[in-house]
């Protein structure tokens, strides 16, 4: 709480810091250890965590970035908060995110920017940008964000933390608030790959109360990662590494590129086998994305009427402007445009010459990918074109912003998991005296429900 009240003023990574829950767990845990020792305390007993604002918290407000939510206590927590919580984890508070988890930059949160731990001049990613500055400025140990199109990955990039969004599925979506549906995913946010790995077997696995979560069996995530020992002498032989030659070269800055291409380098020195692989459709993943998570967002998004969901505006004269002047009032801009295209890509006559074709590229790009997953262990790309760029750099041009989204999507599109972790530094691409040292994260993507061998393949890389 005091590293949290030293840095929060500038970095602005909470929304909420619930102090007293917070030492109230972490009492709880003393007792615990004072009357029957550590015995039986698992890995995160006392361990200070924070949670992304759009991930349910019984008894402290979620607020999913949005004035619209600006008082909802939760009732309840999500599962994934709930197993952190019976680990014994303390939960210091709730982080700030772009609002619904719509943007790259949590500049669309309706609290507050972000900023990057690195360079205070800078966004830290997003939307889950405050779990990563959270995590990188050291206000927490490790944190919970949430993926739908990167927004673990980018901001683990932009942060120089790890990132790992599960396979679609592999953690529970009961008690996170929903922006869309089919792609949405929970996963961790941490220093280390072994801490990733201790948070997943924390989150992991099927719940009654998510109809999309998976019965498939849930391992020890840690217990593939290779001791020192082990990681001695290349560790990586045998192992297929599939370099995707579509997110290398033009429009990539440079030291991203050659970062990617060192690490490729560095995981040959390791043992593995690289080669560069093609995947015709990727450039289509962008566009589909954007089509399909704001249909979806505008469907879910319909629950905020201020009758069934969300604050409601005082004074009105009807039913009509009662919901016209709620959403009115409590949607940020950027909402509001996603919910108008997402609501005309699902209108009649419209339907088949967007959403449809959507779906059918969505298609597409999985067996693509599944099918190089075939042949590779991983795939290894670049997470995005750019560095942590500058505060308000992108904030007016969202095509730019969605542009900067192109290497994370598609992994969502295809409900794989994938890893992000940090691989080098670059100067910041303007240059000049002083210019700030940036981190630059590799992205690796695993096949389906591969989580433990694509966490050993990055903690060897580590
Ligand atoms: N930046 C992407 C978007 O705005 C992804 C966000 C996310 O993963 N929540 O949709």
């Known amino acids: ?146 993926d739908t199109g990167g927004s673990i990955r980018q901001p683990a990039h932009f942060c120089g933390i790890v990132g790992l969004k599960p396979t679609y599925g592999r953690v529970s979506r009961y008690g996170l608030i929903s922006y869309a549906s089919s792609l949405d995913c929970i996963g961790p946010m941490a220093h280390t790959v072994e801490d990733a790995a201790l948070l997943l077997n924390a989150i992991a696995g099927a719940d009654s109360h998510d109809a999309t979560s998976s019965a498939h069996p849930a391992p020890d995530f840690t217990a593939g990662l290779l001791p020192a020992s082990a990681l001695a002498s290349r560790p990586l032989a045998g192992k297929r590494i599939g370099l995707v030659a579509e997110t290398l070269g033009e429009g990539v800055a440079g030291p991203i590129n050659d970062t990617v291409r060192a690490a490729a380098r560095h995981l040959e020195a390791l043992g593995a086998t690289v080669e560069e692989v093609h995947l015709p459709t990727f450039g289509l993943g962008l566009p589909a994305y954007y089509v399909l998570a704001l249909s979806e967002a505008s469907s879910n998004l319909s629950r905020y009427d201020g009758v069934r969901y969300g604050a409601r505006a005082p004074g009105a004269a009807d039913m009509g402007s009662l919901y016209t002047v709620s959403r009115g009032e409590g949607l940020g801009g950027e909402v509001k445009r996603r919910i108008l295209m997402g609501a005309y890509a699902l209108s009649a006559g419209y339907y088949d010459a967007y959403y449809k074709r959507a779906q059918q590229v969505r298609t597409l790009i999985q067996r693509e990918m599944e099918g190089a997953l075939g042949s590779f262990d991983a795939l290894l790309t670049p997470t995005a074109p750019s560095p942590a760029y500058r505060l308000g750099e992108k904030s007016a041009d969202p095509l730019a912003m969605y542009k900067g989204d ?57």
């Open 1 to 146: 709480l005091d590293a949290i009240s030293k840095a929060d003023g500038t970095v602005n990574s909470f929304i909420t810091v619930d102090g007293e829950q917070a030492l109230a767990q972490a009492r709880a845990i003393d007792a615990r250890i004072a009357s029957s020792g550590v015995e039986g305390l698992g890995p995160l007993a006392g361990v200070p965590l924070a949670i992304k604002d759009n991930i349910c918290t019984a008894g402290t407000r979620t607020t999913a970035g949005s004035q619209i939510l600006r008082d909802y206590v939760p009732n309840f927590d999500a599962t994934a908060v709930a197993k952190l919580r019976s680990g014994g984890a303390v939960l210091v508070g709730k982080t700030n995110m772009d609002e619904f988890g719509m943007g790259s930059s949590t500049e669309n949160s309706s609290y507050k920017p972000t900023r990057n731990p690195w360079d205070p001049e800078r966004v830290p990613g997003g939307s889950s940008g405050g779990s990563a500055a959270a995590v990188a400025a050291r206000e927490c140990a490790a944190a919970l964000g949430s």
């Open 406 to 462: 192109l290497m994370t999507v598609n992994v969502n599109l295809a409900g794989l998991p994938a890893v992000v972790l940090p691989a080098g530094f670059m100067a910041a691409p303007e240059g000049g005296p002083g210019a700030p040292q940036l981190p630059i994260g590799i992205q690796l993507v695993g096949r389906p429900f591969a989580e433990g061998p694509l966490l050993a393949l990055a903690h060897a890389f580590e």
